[in-house]
């Protein structure tokens, strides 16, 4: 699986962005998703994750009730709604697939895109 995340950019606090992540291969349509995100000087963290048809998503607690995952497998996309957002969502986001055990750790997870820069002003 071949990620490329999109969608990031400078919005200000209280606004919504959404993130694309262009998935290619055929295995994609089993591939469990994640999102994780990397703040400057910080570890890469767990954001949200989706099952490979799309149910039981799970969210980080700084994200929950803000955040929507979500995935269209006919077209090879995992989108990521981000609402409410705040100064501190400010970091490089990553799209990743395959996990090998934990869905909430990154170093579980086999693919991933090259990341996409969320900066969120005040």
């Known amino acids: 699986v071949q990620l490329q995340a999109s969608g990031g950019g400078l919005v200000q606090a209280g606004g919504s962005l959404r993130l694309s992540c262009a998935a290619s291969?055929?295995?994609?349509?089993?591939?469990?998703m994640g999102w994780f995100r990397q703040a400057p000087g910080k570890e890469r963290e767990f954001v949200a994750t989706?099952?490979?048809?799309?149910?039981?998503?799970d969210y980080a607690d700084s994200v929950k009730g803000r955040f929507i995952i979500s995935r269209d497998n006919a077209k090879n996309m995992v989108y990521l709604q981000m609402n409410s957002l705040k100064p501190e969502d400010t970091a490089v986001y990553y799209c990743?697939?395959?996990?090998?055990?934990?869905?909430?750790?990154?170093?579980?997870?086999?693919?991933w895109g090259q990341g996409t820069q969320v900066t969120v002003s005040s």
């Open positions: 291969g055929r295995t994609f349509s089993r591939s469990i």
């Open positions: 990743a697939a395959d996990p090998s055990g934990s869905l909430f750790s990154p170093d579980e997870y086999n693919y």
């Open positions: 989706i099952t490979s048809i799309g149910s039981r998503p």
